[in-house]
């Protein structure tokens, strides 16, 4: 079993649309947790960490559900500068473990 | 705001060759990471420097050597290059490690072996 594992996609969505990403993490002694995103096989860039009691930073919300080992990632209003591929990442033990990612494409 | 610089950006060798990546970044980080991406795959952790004057083995680190060299630089060698090391290679530093901070990414070196 993978240790971040992620549905790779790709997600297909209209602009406008809201659309969630959901990955799960294997190391219970994980300590914190990121959403990173892609572009076009360019570096990964931060896009969010995401804390226990859940945070958003504008369109973009995510959640985290330590006694599931489940990370979550919701987008409202998809724009089309939003295709790229999230990321998934865990920290354990001061290293990042990524998942292998999961595709949005958004069409106008 | 140059942030993590990687040279090259692209290289092609022939297997057996070697060769040294170069990654430099300008934040006063302390900690610095080697990554290769593949097709398929995430990111994958080759070697990372914790502080400076310290390396250690990531989850793939067969084939490849580091070198801290100051707080700064931190570079990735391949003795003699293999077509299963072509790869994007991305290098990374972060304040600390272990400490739950992000890091922050070169834009990768595109490296063929043919």
């Known amino acids: 079993r993978k240790e971040v594992e992620q549905d790779p996609g790709p997600f297909n969505v209209p602009e406008g649309a809201t659309v969630a990403f959901n990955c799960t993490y294997s190391n219970s002694a994980s300590q914190s947790f990121f959403w990173y995103r892609q572009d076009c096989r360019k570096e990964p860039k931060l896009l969010m960490s995401v804390y226990s009691s859940g945070n958003e930073d504008g369109r973009f919300t995510a959640q985290l559900n330590r006694a599931s080992q489940y990370i979550s990632l919701l987008i409202r209003d998809s724009k089309l500068s939003d295709s790229a591929t999230y990321l998934c990442?865990?920290?354990?033990?001061?290293?990042?473990?990524f998942g292998q990612g999961t595709e949005l494409s958004v069409k106008p | 705001n140059a942030g993590v610089t990687q040279t090259p950006k692209f290289q092609v060798l022939k297997t057996g060759q070697s060769m040294t990546l170069q990654c430099a970044q300008d934040m006063n980080h302390n900690s610095m990471y080697w990554y290769r991406q593949d097709p398929g795959m995430g990111l994958r952790l080759i070697y990372y420097?914790?502080?400076?004057?310290?390396?250690d083995k990531g989850e793939v680190p067969n084939g490849y050597n580091v070198s801290r060299l100051n707080k700064r630089e931190f570079s990735l060698r391949l003795e003699s290059a293999a077509p299963s090391q072509t790869s994007v290679y991305f290098c990374a530093s972060s304040r600390g490690h272990g400490d739950n901070q992000p890091q922050h990414f070169g834009d990768g070196t595109r490296l063929s072996i043919l």
């Open positions: 990442v865990v920290n354990v033990g001061g290293k990042l473990i």
């Open positions: 420097s914790a502080s400076e004057g310290t390396t």
